[in-house]
């Protein structure tokens, strides 16, 4: 039998484990795809505790942990930032990560953190979201299309020296037809 899947707000006092967890899946997701120098670079300007704490207490966050049997299982954060021309309401929220351990995909951690960020930021006022999303990464880009996101550019993303692709996807969050599709 499987662990439930705890949905929770984040505290600082979660941000080392937050750093760890994040550290860990980002490198085991996207080291074996990128050069080891740029991913340490990026891995050390990214996730460390201070910076975890920073972005839990930043105003407008959410950060949301998905916990089984007590084990951080994944984690979203969403927050305000400065949106891309290609984004359509330039006060959407931006969507910065949504990482699930690697071994649980599959199993709706992902879907349930991202419905219950979405509705916090609904509840907040956000009238939508963007992200920006790896060009080479498709599995995740086929899970925003399924969650109603639409891909409406690109942009560079800096990963230690080199520079990659991201498509930047939206969604809105206000209108009926813009709902998850089943």
């Not at 953190?113 to 086929?142: H, P, Y």
Request: proline share 5%; aromatic share 8%; charged share 25%.
């Amino acid at each position: 039998m499987e662990a439930e899947t705890v949905i929770r707000p984040a505290s600082v006092s979660d941000a080392g484990r937050l750093a760890e967890f994040a550290e860990r899946v980002f490198d085991d997701v996207f080291g074996p795809l990128n050069d080891e120098g740029d991913m340490a670079s990026y891995l050390n300007e990214a996730f460390s505790p201070e910076i975890q704490r920073a972005e839990i207490a930043g105003d407008g966050s959410i950060v949301l942990l998905a916990e089984r049997g007590g084990t951080l299982a994944g984690y979203l954060h969403i927050a305000p930032a400065p949106s891309p021309d290609c984004v359509t309401d330039a006060s959407a929220l931006e969507l910065k990560r949504l990482y699930v351990e690697p071994s649980l995909h599959g199993r709706g951690i992902g879907k349930t953190l991202l419905d219950a960020g979405l509705e916090r930021a609904r509840a907040n006022g956000a009238r939508s979201i963007w992200l920006g999303v790896w060009e080479n990464n498709v599995k995740a880009q086929a899970f925003y299309t399924r969650e109603g996101f639409t891909r409406v550019g690109e942009h560079p993303f800096a990963l230690g020296s080199g520079t990659q692709t991201d498509w930047i996807m939206q969604r809105s969050l206000t209108h009926p037809h813009d709902a998850r599709r089943r």
